[in-house]
C-alpha cells in the first residue's frame, strides 16, 4: 500500500488530491481479488500519470493562450525583448567565441606557431615583414624548440586549362609545411621530403575547394597535368575541406625549393615560417631559444640583422588586437543588451503582476491550489521563453552573416561562423529564469498566504505597491544606464571612423580604376619583355576617349602594405631603430604619380627613358628626403638600394602605404624598366592604374581587349576602384559600427518603453488620486510637471552611474578610439541630450493620459 | 446547464472509457469503484477500466459538464462515506444518445454493405 501512495506522486498533485483517496480504496479492493494489482497499477499509474500530466499542460497551455491574447502588448513586447536578447547575444558571441577561442581544425592547434621578421626591440603583432631565406634557415637550424618548421609565401598563379585563364591565389610551401600542419591529403600525397624535395618540384597539391570548382571533385584527378604560370604542373594531392592555410583564399599549394643563390642576400625578405613546438615546450621558452639566434645574427651580420629581431606568435593568435577589441566590445555590448532585456522583462512582468494579483486572488478563492497557479504561471513563462527564444535563433541566424565581416581574413578558418548553440542555450535560459522569477512571484505571493486576502480583489486596490514600485524604479534606472553606456560607447566610435575617413591618403581615389595583370615567369623572365608589355598596355590604355593617364605599379597603395628595403646612404653611419633605415619600394611605369593625384614637388617624374643601361632613377617622398636629408635639395642625391647606386630625380608626396590607421615608412619608387633581370616576382610592377572620366563599365571592356591583345594567355584580376580600397580601410570598423549603433538604438528604444510603461502604470494606479488633485482645482500643468519629473528623476538616476561606467569601457577600447578622448564632450552631451529626449518621448503618452483624467467619472467608480 | 447540438457534435466520437462511464451512470449515481464494476459486468469481463483512466476520464467528463459530482447519497447501509458519487448530466445524456445514434447508423451502412456479422 505505501508502495502505491509513493506510486500515486506521480500524478499533478491537483489530480491527487481529487481522485488520491478513492484510487486507494479502489486498489486495496482489488490486491483482495487479485494478486497481480500492485504489477497492473504500476503500469496504470505510469501511463496515466503522463496522460494526466499532459491534460494540465494542455489546459495550462490553452488558458495561457487566451490570457495573453486579452493582453497582446504584453504578450508581444515580452517575445520580442527575449527575442532581442537572446539574439543579439547569441550572435555576438558565436562569431567571438569563432575568432578568439575555437581551436583551429588542425590536430594539436595550440603547438603551432608562426615566425617571421620583427623589429630587434620586440613589440608590434604578427607578422610585420618577412624572412630572408638565409635568417630562416639559420633560426631553423640553430633552435632546438621545435619538431618542424617550414617557410612559405602566398603567392598567385595564372591557371591555364579550358576556358578563361584564371588566376588562383595558392601558396608556395617548403616540404615541412603541410606536414608540420598534421592533416593528411584527402587523395594522393603531399610533397615529397625525403629527396629535399626535388622530385616534386612540377607537383601542385589542390584544396578541397579549388579541386571540386575546376576539376568538379574528379577522384581521377591525380597525376593531371595543369598549366600555371605556363609551365606544366602534375597534381599530386587533395588536402580535405577545412584546410586554410595561410589564408582563406589559398587554394593551392606548389614547393618551395631553397637553392644555394637563394641563401646569398641576407636582405632579401619574402619568407614567413610556420613551425611546431616539440611536445612539452612552451612559447616562452622558444621565444627565449629564438632569442639566443636572433642575438647571434645580429652580431654576425650587423649591416642586416643589426636592427632585426622577430616575430613569434602562435597561429590562433594570426589577427591584430584591434580585431580581438572590437570583438571583445560586441560582446560587451550584447552583454548589455541582456541586462536591458532582464530589466525590462522583469519590469513587464511585475506590472503585469499588478493587474494579476486580483485575478490570482480570485482562482484561488474559487478552489485553485497553489499549485496550480504556479505551474500555470510558469507554462505561461515557458511559452514566451520559447516563442522568444525561437524568435531569437531566428534573429541569430540573420545577424550572424552580418558579423562574419568581423572576421578578420588572416584567420585560417572559414570565413563564415556557425551559430553557437550553448550560447543560444545560455542567452535563453537566462532569460526564461528571469521571466520564472519574476512571473512567480505573484503566484506565491497569493498561494503563500493561508487564507484567501480578499482585499486583493476588491477594485482599485494597488496590494503590495511599495516595494514592487521601488524595484520598478530601479529598473527603470538599469534601463537608463545600460542605454548610455551603449550610447557612448558607439558615439565615441563614429567619431573615430569620421576622424579616420577624414584622413588624406596622400593620393585622390576618386576615378581611379585598378586591376592586375601578373606577368608570370619563366615567359616574362626578362625585364625588357616586361616591359614591352607594359609599353603596348599603357600606350593603347592612355589612347582611350577618357583616359587621363595610366600607369603600371609593384602594388596598390593600402592592398600591397608590405615590401620594403633597407637603404644605404654615402657617409651616414646606421641608426638603431628600425623604421628609420627602412623604406617602402615599388616599382612604377611613366605617370604613376600623376594618374594617381601624388603631387610632384620637386624633379622630374619617372619617365620611359629610365631603362636598364641608364643611371638608376629614384623618385622619393617627401618625408624620404626630410629624413635623410633635412633641409638639404635632394635632388641629385645618391643612395645605395637593392645593392645599386640610385640618383633622386624627384620627390612626391607621401602616401598612406600601409592604411589609414598605421604608421608608414618612407616611400622609394624605382622605374620599371631598371628592375634587375633576376629580381624577385613580386617586385614587378603588376597594378595598373587608370584615371579615367565616365562609368568604370564603359571603360573595363576596351582595356581588357588591349591586355588580350598584348597577350592572349594574360588573365586580368582584381579589378577594383580606388575608392574602394579606401573605403575597404574603414569596412570593419563601419560593420562594427553598424552592430553597436544597432544595440545602441535598441538600448535607447528598450529604455524607452521601460519609462513609457512604468509611467503608465503608475498614472494608471494614481488616476484616482490625480483624479482628486484635479477636483480640488490642480492645474493639468502641474499634473504633467508631477509625471515628467518623476521621469526626469528616473532618467537623472541612471545617467550618472551609465555615464561613468561608459568612461570605464571607452577606456578599455582606447585603442580603437584613434585618439577620440574617452570622456570626449561631443559626444557625451549628445548622449545626455538624447536620453532626455527619449525620456519626454516615453512619458508623453502617460502625461497626455493623467491630464485627461475626468475626475467625476473617477470619484464616482468610488 | 445549457448546451447546443454543436457543443454536443464537437465531442463525438466518444472516447470508450466515457462511453462505457455514461452508460454506467444512466440510471443510477454511482462513484468510481462502481463504475469500473458495473462496466466489467455489462462487458462480460472484457473491459476492465484500470483506476487511473477511470479517474482521469471522470475528471475530463466532469470539466467537459457530461458528469457531475452528487451529494445525495444512497441508503445509509450502501453508503460508502469516502466515496464521491458522480451523476450523468443532462449534456452527457445527450451526448451518449448522439453517440449511439451515430453507432447505430455506422451499423446500418455496414449491414447494407453486407457486413453482418457470422456472413461470410
Known sequence: MRFYRLLLLLYPASFRREYGADMIADFARRRRESSWALLDSAFDVLKNAAAAHWDVLRQDLRYTVRSLKRSRGFAFAAVAVIAIGVGANTAAFSVADFVLFRPLRFPDPNALVRLCWGPRTGGGWGCMNQLSPANYRDYKNMTSSFQAMGAYFGNAVNLVGSGEPQRISGAQVTSDVLPLLGVAPLLGRVFDSTSGGATDARSVVLSYGLWQSQFGGDPRVLGRGVNLNGTPYEVIGVMPPDLYFPTRETKMWTLLLLRDENYTDRSDNYLEAVARLKPGVSMDQARADLNVVAARLARDYPDVNGDAGFSFFAMRDTMSPRYRLMLLALCGASLCILLLTCANLANLLLARAGARERELAVRAALGAGKERLVRQIVTESMVLAVAGGIAGVAIAAAAVPLLSLLVPDTLPVASRPSLDLRVLALAAAITALTGLGFGLLPALRVGGRTGVDLSALREGIGSGGGRKQRLRNVLVAVEVAVSVVLLISSGLLIRAVWRIQSIDPGFVPERVVALRTVLPRPKYDMTQRRVQFYNRVLTDVRALPGVQGAAYITGLPMVMTGRVTGIVIPGREVSAGFRNEVVTVRSVTSQYFRTMGIPLLRGRDIEEGDIRGRANAAVVSESFAEHYWPGADPIGRTFEARGEVRAVVGVVGDVKVRGLERAEEPQLYLSAGQVADTAFINDDPKDLVVRYSGTTAALLPPVRNIVHGADTEQPISNVQTLDDVVAGETATRRAQLRVLGALAAIALLLSGVGIYGLLAFTVAQRSREIGVRLALGAEPSSVARMIVSKAMKLTLLGLVPGVLAAYAAALGMRALLFGVAPADPATILGTVVLVCLMTLAGSLVPVLRAVRVNPMLVLRSE | ?120
Open chain 2, 1 to 120: 446547464m445549457a448546451y447546443s447540438r454543436s457543443d454536443v457534435d464537437a465531442l463525438l466520437p466518444l472516447p470508450l472509457a466515457t462511453f462505457h462511464i455514461l452508460i454506467a451512470l444512466a440510471h443510477e449515481d454511482r462513484h468510481g469503484y462502481a463504475i469500473m464494476l458495473d462496466v466489467a459486468k455489462r462487458t462480460d469481463g472484457e473491459l476492465r477500466l484500470s483506476p487511473g483512466t477511470l479517474y482521469r476520464s471522470i475528471q475530463r467528463m466532469l470539466e467537459q459538464g457530461l458528469i457531475t459530482e452528487t451529494n445525495e447519497r444512497p441508503a445509509p447501509e450502501l453508503d460508502d462515506e469516502r466515496r464521491r458519487y458522480y451523476r450523468i448530466a443532462p449534456f452527457g445524456a445527450a451526448a451518449a444518445r448522439a453517440e449511439t445514434q451515430r453507432m447505430a447508423n455506422l451499423v446500418r451502412m455496414a449491414r447494407v454493405e453486407g457486413l453482418s456479422p457470422g456472413r461470410a
